[in-house]
Structure formats: structure tokens, C-alpha cells
């Protein structure tokens, strides 16, 4: 775990920064975004499917509404958190009790927040591959850990804050066209990366596909849904994912 989350900070930068110039461009780059965007599902039913849940590697859950920014976030271990993301307002509960101490909800919001931009980050980083802030590069052709050929792209970020020199290896199968391997890179100058991860079992949800297979660790009750109740996001009871999916 501490290998995700010493990533966050830059994660941040990534779903606030701003957009990248055009010159900064790299045209076979964007190509191969675009065509990785239509094999999972094309960008407009990205864009539709709302309401997104997952396990972060069978621990913590997130529902998410990405249209509203409204989050449910239970951290596995007694806390559960309603908030939003866009705003960072919201309420927590410890065991069932609400937490009425204005710094100690602070600290949980916060949490939760940072907790959402890595989780979703492992979620769903192959739709965000144009997202405004990110410089994308192509890189050449590759393989893969599976041995399978691959194209590369090379992310870095725009005012990432304290991690200016991180970057990744996103590894796109020349078949399927989709991504199946991201590394990281401590720093732009190292010669080998802090670790390898696969994307793998590439599965359908709603219109759209996901990858809950990261290798060693996987994701769990990965979920999409058109319609939530409200209490899913106004309500700390627990919820039955399961039943939600039968509705």
C-alpha cells in the first residue's frame, strides 16, 4: 500500500491541473488515446455512465457519482464517509457515530478525498489518458511482462505539485488495443522503474469496459449503474451492492 499512496499528491495535480498547450501535443500519442478510448467503450459512454463502484483492491469502497461528484466512501476499517468530491464538503461516521469534531471530520474528509483520487486513478486511468494537465508521449513499441508486443506511451504532468519528476509507461496491447501494463517511475532520470503492474482481465460494465486485475491484487465489486437510491450518498446505513445490481 505505501507504494499507492505515495503517489497521491501527484494524482491531485492530475485531476485539478490545467490544460496542456497544443504544441505540447504529441499527434501519434493522441491517436492511440483515441483508439484506446473506442476499444474500452468510446469516450461518449464513458461520458454517460454515471454512477461507478469498486472495492480498491478488495478493502475500501467507493460509489461514485461522476456527474454530481458525490462520493460513498467506507474505509474497511469502521469509518464511513458522504461527501463531495468537487467541493470536499461532507459528513463521517466512526462505527456507526457521527463525527462532530470539526478537525477530526476535516482530517476524514480529506482522507477519503485522497483516497478517491488514487483508488479511481487504478480504476480508471486508461479514460483519463487526455485529461487536461496530462503530457502524453509516444514512446515506441515494447513488450510486455505477459511477452505480448505493445505500443508505449510516456505520462508526465503539468504543476504536479511536490512530485514534479514522477512519470509512467502505459503499455497498450498492438492487438486489442487496450492498455494491459502501466510502470512507474519514481523519477523522469531513473532507469527502471519502482514496479510493474498488468491490466488484465479487461471485463464489460454497463457500456463501457474496466479492469479489475492489477496482478498481485485485484479489485472487487467493481460496478456500474444508471440509477442509486439517494441514501447510497445521504445515508450511512450499510449498503448491499448485490441488491443494488439485482434492481
Given at each position: ?19 496542456v ?27 454517460n ?10 478493502r ?59 483508488d ?21 513499441e ?76 485485484k ?29
Amino acid at each position: 500500500m505505501g507504494r499507492m499512496m505515495t503517489i497521491v499528491s501527484l494524482l491531485i495535480m492530475i485531476f485539478l491541473s490545467g490544460d496542456v498547450s497544443a504544441q505540447d501535443r504529441d499527434a501519434r500519442a493522441d491517436e492511440l488515446a483515441d483508439k484506446v478510448m473506442v476499444a474500452m467503450g468510446g469516450q461518449e459512454n464513458y461520458d454517460n455512465t454515471r454512477f461507478i463502484a469498486w472495492r480498491f483492491f478488495g478493502r475500501r469502497l467507493h460509489v461514485w457519482d461522476k456527474w454530481t461528484g458525490n462520493l460513498r466512501y467506507e474505509n474497511g476499517k469502521g469509518a464511513t464517509v458522504l461527501m463531495n468530491v468537487n467541493t470536499k464538503e461532507g459528513k463521517a461516521w466512526q462505527e456507526g457515530a457521527a463525527i462532530e469534531d470539526a478537525a477530526e471530520l476535516e482530517k476524514m474528509l480529506e482522507g477519503a478525498y485522497r483516497a478517491w483520487i488514487n483508488d479511481s486513478y487504478w480504476l480508471v486511468m486508461p479514460y483519463k489518458l487526455k485529461d487536461p494537465g496530462v503530457t502524453l508521449v509516444y514512446s515506441g513499441e515494447g513488450k510486455m511482462e505477459n511477452d505480448r508486443d505493445a505500443h508505449v506511451l510516456t505520462l508526465t504532468f503539468d504543476s504536479v505539485g511536490v512530485t514534479p519528476e514522477n512519470k509512467y509507461e502505459v503499455l497498450i496491447d498492438k492487438e486489442r488495443l487496450l492498455v494491459e501494463q502501466w510502470n512507474f517511475y519514481q523519477k523522469a532520470s531513473d532507469e527502471e522503474p519502482r514496479f510493474k503492474t498488468p491490466w488484465a482481465n479487461w471485463e464489460p460494465h454497463g457500456k463501457i469496459l474496466l479492469s479489475a486485475d492489477r496482478g498481485k491484487s485485484k479489485h472487487s465489486d467493481v460496478a456500474v449503474f444508471d440509477q442509486l437510491p439517494d441514501s447510497v450518498f445521504s445515508s450511512p446505513e450499510p449498503i448491499d451492492l448485490a441488491a443494488l445490481k439485482a434492481q
